[in-house]
């Protein structure tokens, strides 16, 4: 085997992708028994919807997205802090795109179902470990019966934050590390919000809500589905309440935090009590590490460098490394060359990421009221220069990748054949 992917989501799929179009044969190795929509909400930034529209998924991708438009921050009395257009509004050649995490995640499998043959996704094989080989890697594979081992010339781990292969490649490593944060997260049928095309975030340093849509609005009812995150900091020296990293829980185990945030423009406790299930994300990350590539192993996506959801660049982010990597294998060849390559050029910025957003990356801006007028104000003017706020947003989109004249005028990752 060429390439084997440990992981079907969607740093895996793209790259099963990425490599069909650059003539790489590859093949994933997934431990789910069946893939399914699962997950909820997330955001595109332009610089991975770009890559997706040069993987020729540009129809699909409007069919299941929704393009965010517009980008706000607001305090706790809900008073506008910043709002700025977003996406093709922005001024990006391509739109900023909202999605279901789970049709995002069927729509690669299917196009690469289509464009790699009916077994290029093996399910309910996990990939648990690895050894170094002659020609490659051998690399041990579980399923419901056995354990079998497997051939590659390269093995990419896409297997996410509990990555198998980074556990192998470093032992020490531990578990995820959890900053004090916790996120409950839902969806919900409700009225479009602001402008219906909206990413949304109320409140301070410690306590914030966040919400976007979803779908469109419903032609009958006019309701769309809003998907909604409610985020609160806890003294972390006490650990949580609860050993799950994902978990459902009734609504009213935070809901008290949140009762009074009625605004004109979003009443949260009520989008809340109309969701029908919620669950619980304590917010984890890793510390970044030193390299990804081990001989003939590579890691990408959330097995490479997990980091806070926040400022939508976790799946991003997840694209762009495989594209980056289909670009080295047609530069360097399908090995160790190619590995080294795609390192070199997605370390360093990614691990500078994972420390931005623990600094709240783009939220940093509601930290900094918080100090200047204890988040209470008539207006932002008067508390944070706008320059100020613009030159915050500007150093986190280019550390980001969607600094919009640099996006604009980059060459593509992989030319188009």
């Known amino acids: 085997m060429e390439v084997l992917i440990a992981g079907g989501g969607i740093a895996g799929l793209t790259l099963a992708l990425t490599c069909h179009q650059v003539g790489v044969p590859a093949q994933v190795f997934e431990s789910a028994q069946d893939l399914r929509p699962l997950g909820l909400g997330i955001n595109l930034q332009p610089n991975a919807v770009r890559e997706l529209y040069d993987l020729g998924l540009e129809q699909e991708l409007a069919s299941i997205g929704v393009p965010i438009r517009e980008w706000a921050l607001a305090s706790s009395n809900g008073i506008d ?49 690895y050894v170094h080989a002659t020609n490659g890697a051998r690399v041990d594979v579980s399923n419901s019966d056995a354990t079998t081992t497997v051939d590659a010339r390269l093995l990419i781990g896409a297997d996410g934050l509990h990555s198998a292969v980074r556990a192998r490649m470093f032992p020490g490593d531990g578990g995820p590390r959890w900053g004090g944060k916790v996120l409950w997260r839902g969806v919900a049928q409700a009225p479009p919000i602001r402008s219906g095309s909206a990413f949304l975030v109320v409140g301070n340093s410690q306590q914030r809500f966040a919400t976007f849509p979803i779908s469109v609005p419903d032609p009958d009812t006019g309701l769309q589905t809003q998907n909604w995150i409610a985020e609160q900091t806890f003294d972390r020296r006490r650990g949580w309440r609860r050993a799950d990293w994902n978990t459902r829980v009734s609504i009213d185990e935070f809901i008290g935090d949140f009762e009074d945030w009625q605004f004109d423009w979003l009443d949260v406790p009520a989008l809340v009590r109309s969701s029908a299930i919620v669950f619980e994300y304590p917010m984890v990350d ?96 008067d508390i944070v220069p706008r320059a100020e706020i613009s030159r915050m947003m500007t150093n986190y989109k280019t550390a980001a990748g969607v600094a919009i004249d640099e996006l604009n005028a980059a060459p593509p990752t992989i030319a188009s054949t």
């Open 286 to 381: 890793r510390d970044p590490v030193g390299h990804w590539v081990h001989g003939s192993v590579a890691l990408i996506g959330d097995a490479a460098h997990p980091m806070y959801p926040i400022g939508s660049n976790g799946a991003s982010q997840a694209i762009v490394d495989a594209r980056v990597l289909g670009a080295a294998f047609i530069e360097h060849g399908v090995g160790s060359d190619a590995l080294r390559a795609y390192e070199a050029t997605r370390l360093d910025a990614m691990s500078a990421l994972v420390i931005r957003n623990r600094d709240a990356g783009p939220f940093s801006v509601l930290s900094l009221v918080d100090e200047r007028c204890g988040g209470v104000f008539d207006d932002i003017d």
């Open 81 to 129: 802090v910043w709002t700025e257009p977003r996406g093709l509004d922005a001024g990006h050649r391509w739109p900023q795109y909202a999605v279901h995490r789970g049709e995002l995640a069927m729509m690669l499998y299917r196009a690469v179902l289509d464009r790699l043959g009916p077994d290029a996704v093996l399910d309910g094989q996990k990939v648990t470990g």
